[in-house]
């Protein structure tokens, strides 16, 4: 393999990992350095998560935007560094506010998925940029799997222990990249940085008006409202449906995040050739509504636990809708491209949580008139809907295929 585009990969597999390393530690740091109740600290890792999307969301195509001016490589590598550095704080950190303040640098460093996404297209023949991209979904998946599990065996280390170690992947990672990254930028695609460009709002106007890729970013957007009720609410309804303990949500999430990347980095090759990008993004809402509704229906955590990988299967949604709106815009638009992406991504990730989590207490406070702890996977399954009909939606300007 490219060792570039290898190095992308590690790069998005870092930035995986570093959100889920963290995971096992949070409420017992949250405690070390504010104190208080396991309930309080719940709330203030509410408030790192969502200041770290928010970050996302803002720096997104700031990032993206950066990249199509200066080049891939150096926007990469100092973020890399600053990441770092931001790990080293985190281990440090004596307060909730460093704490906070290590969550706000870290997700403006981490805003360089769009910079990787823009500099694999760079890196890609048109045919293969779909492909690709599911490379990085791969990287994504096997960082979700390794993230909780090594930062749950390095908390036998001490609460501080999995940032120094991201720290020092984040570090190796950087000089990996200064070793085999070149520029991919070149003067023929390069183009001006514009700060009314690079903001989200900013950015999505200049795209919109490509109305293909104003109607596939909605598309996009609405598909990870959908997908997020995994993350945000699949450890409380393992527990109030199935009585499963940590261990076991953490057993379905790992088979889940595996099953991920063998579909984007494998199964999503062959659904391209079988049934092209269009036909991959239909066929994969439509099982995502199958399989949100068999999740909210199911009793049995056996069948939980197979329903679970199979439900990744929608999973070649995301890298073919990246695809099809890469080969529709410009080489010299391709860091901005990915900058939305990112900025839409995260903005689902800001939004859906809130909803996801009030549609559970809804249906599971002791005051609900019917409890149905499986209601935001139906909530899931009407928006995966919503997507698939806006998707095949006729343009006046005619149709992406």
Known sequence: ?????????????????????????????????????????????????????????????????????????PVLLVSLVVMC???????????????????????VAASTQSTANACMADLSAPENKSANFGLIGVAFGIGFVLGPLIGG??????????????????????????LVLGETVTDRIRRAFSWR????????RALGKLPQIRRL????????FA???????????????????????????????????VVQGGLIRIALRRFGERGTIVYGLLFSIVSYLAIALVTSGTVALILTPLAALG?????????????????????ELQGAMVSVNALAMILSPMVMTSVFYSFTAVT??????????????????????????PLAAGRVT
């Open 1 to 73: 393999m490219n060792p570039a585009i290898l190095f992308l990969l590690f790069t998005v597999l870092l930035d995986a990992m570093g959100i889920g390393l963290i995971l096992p530690i949070m409420p017992d740091l949250i405690r070390e350095v504010q104190g208080g109740t396991l309930a309080q600290a719940a709330l203030w890792g509410g408030v790192l998560s969502t200041s770290f999307a928010v970050m996302q969301f803002l720096f997104g195509p700031v990032i993206g935007g950066m990249s199509d001016r200066f080049g891939r490589r």
């Open 85 to 107: 550095l931001d790990y080293v704080l985190m281990a440090l950190a004596g307060s909730i506010w460093l704490l906070l303040a290590g969550r706000i640098i870290g997700g």
């Open 153 to 178: 065996l390095l908390a036998e280390y001490g609460t501080r222990a999995p940032f120094w170690a991201a720290a020092f992947l984040s570090g190796l990672n950087a000089l990996f990249g200064w």
């Open 197 to 204: 460009r690079a903001n989200p709002l900013g950015t999505l």
């Open 217 to 224: 970013l909605l598309v996009y957007f609405i598909y990870q």
């Open 227 to 261: 997908f997020i009720v995994y993350p945000t609410v699949w450890a409380y309804f393992g527990h109030a449906r199935f009585d499963w303990s940590p261990a076991m949500i953490g057993l379905s999430l790992g088979l889940f995040g595996i099953a991920m990347a």
């Open 315 to 335: 999973g070649v949604i995301a890298p073919a809708l990246q695809g099809t709106m890469s080969k529709a815009t410009g080489d010299d638009q391709q860091g």
């Open 368 to 393: 609900a008139s019917t409890y149905f702890p499986g209601a935001p996977f139906v909530l899931s399954a009407l928006l995966a809907g919503l997507a698939l009909v806006i998707y095949l939606r």
